[in-house]
T-cell receptor, first 114, second 111 residues
Framework: DARVTQTPRHKVTEMGQEVTMRCQPI?????VFWYRQTMMQGLELLAY????????DSGMPKDRFSAEMPDATLATLKIQPSEPRDSAVYFC????????????FGEGSRLTVL | DQQVKQNSPSLSVQEGRISILNCDYT??????FLWYKKYPAEGPTFLIS?????DKNEDGRFTVFLNKSAKHLSLHIVPSQPGDSAVYFC??????????FGAGTTVTVRA
């Protein structure tokens, strides 16, 4: 059963702490996305990679957020330092180039920054 | 800059009736449109899509209509079932897999 796996599912931290979220894309998918769900904006694109190379991270606050793909099976999203306004659900999604254009989403990481 | 807009945050419909969800977009370069469904505590899942070369795509109880001149698409669910209660996101892309999403519409199907 191929699926995108995200960890942690829930994270509560204090303002100023570093937070790292991890994502394992579906095997064979070469495009990986990080989205953030907020009440007002819906799903906002933070960054995405193709073949591990960053293609667009314009949606990400550069001073505190960073996204990487150390290898084809792992994508990370790091926030340092975290702030209360970062509280949201962060979704990772993957897709296969040349496919239907459909993105497959993980279950999300719910972050609460106190 | 919200390029995809879902102006109705919520919709309540009786079981068996039609649900109509609307979506507007501003970027004329979008050429692929999708609807995703999301249950609480789960990730969004793909529901149905349509290419800009078509004006209608049907899959079982779900039909998506595209009006390019109006930059508008809609999702029809007929008949609505209790399991359809979820948040529905409209999304659009320029064939580069970079999806722009709307804010979502919460559908509640009443028994």
């Amino acid at each position: 059963d191929a699926r995108v796996t995200q960890t942690p599912r829930h994270k509560v931290t204090e303002m100023g702490q570093e937070v790292t979220m991890r994502c394992q894309p579906i095997l064979g998918h070469n495009t990986v996305f990080w989205y953030r769900q907020t009440m007002m904006q819906g799903l906002e694109l933070l960054a995405y990679f193709r073949n591990r190379a960053p293609l667009d991270d314009s949606g990400m606050p550069k001073d505190r957020f960073s996204a990487e793909m150390p290898d084809a099976t792992l994508a990370t999203l790091k926030i340092q330092p975290s702030e209360p306004r970062d509280s949201a659900v962060y979704f990772c999604a993957s897709a296969k180039s040349g496919g239907t254009g459909e993105l497959f989403f993980g279950e999300g990481s719910r972050l609460t920054v106190l | 800059d919200q390029q995809v807009k879902q102006n109705s945050p919520s919709l309540s419909v009786q079981e068996g009736r039609i649900s109509i969800l609307n979506c507007d977009y501003t970027n004329s370069m979008f050429d692929y449109f999708l609807w995703y469904k999301k249950y609480p505590a789960e990730g969004p899942t793909f529901l149905i899509s349509i290419s800009s070369i078509k004006d209608k795509n049907e899959d079982g109880r779900f039909t998506v209509f595209l009006n390019k001149s109006a930059k508008h698409l809609s999702l029809h669910i007929v008949p609505s079932q209790p399991g359809d209660s979820a948040v529905y996101f409209c999304a659009a892309s320029r064939n580069d897999y970079k999806l722009s999403f709307g804010a979502g519409t919460t559908v509640t199907v009443r028994a």
